[in-house]
Nanobody, 127 residues
Framework: QVQLAESGGGSVQAGGSLRLSCAASGNTPGRYAWFRQAPGKEREAVAAITRDDTTRYADSVKGRFTISLDNAKTTMSLEMNSLKPEDTAMYYC???????????????????????WGQGTQVTVSS
């Protein structure tokens, strides 16, 4: 019983930055994640975080993106720096009640393991 709402998407030139946010209502999730989906591609995990601030990142964004939670643990943010055209996608917030994350991308990065999803926010990076 959690509802998610993303915000912060937009259009930016390569090398620029954007900050995405995901606000949770209802039950407070134990963990959150950002996924993205480009046209013609499958949805892929970008980053994830637990309420105790364990974080995970896809190799493609490590060092460029930073995921975080506010103090109430109800808003998740993704700071995206040094954006590339290949970052262009619809970005989706995901969450559920589980309070831990596997260290393996094949587990935390699987869409089937996440129970709640937002509607998505578009990120477009031009070259």
């Amino acid at each position: 019983q959690v509802q998610l709402a993303e915000s912060g998407g937009g259009s930016v030139q390569a090398g620029g930055s954007l900050r995405l946010s995901c606000a949770a209502s209802g039950n407070t999730p134990g963990r959150y994640a950002w996924f993205r989906q480009a046209p013609g591609k499958e949805r892929e995990a970008v980053a994830a975080i637990t309420r105790d601030d364990t974080t995970r990142y896809a190799d493609s964004v490590k060092g460029r993106f930073t995921i975080s939670l506010d103090n109430a643990k109800t808003t998740m943010s993704l700071e995206m720096n040094s954006l590339k055209p290949e970052d262009t996608a619809m970005y989706y917030c995901a969450a559920d009640a589980v309070k831990f994350l596997s260290e393996y991308y094949s587990y935390w990065g699987s869409t089937a393991r996440w129970k709640s999803w937002g509607q998505g926010t578009q990120v477009t990076v031009s070259s």
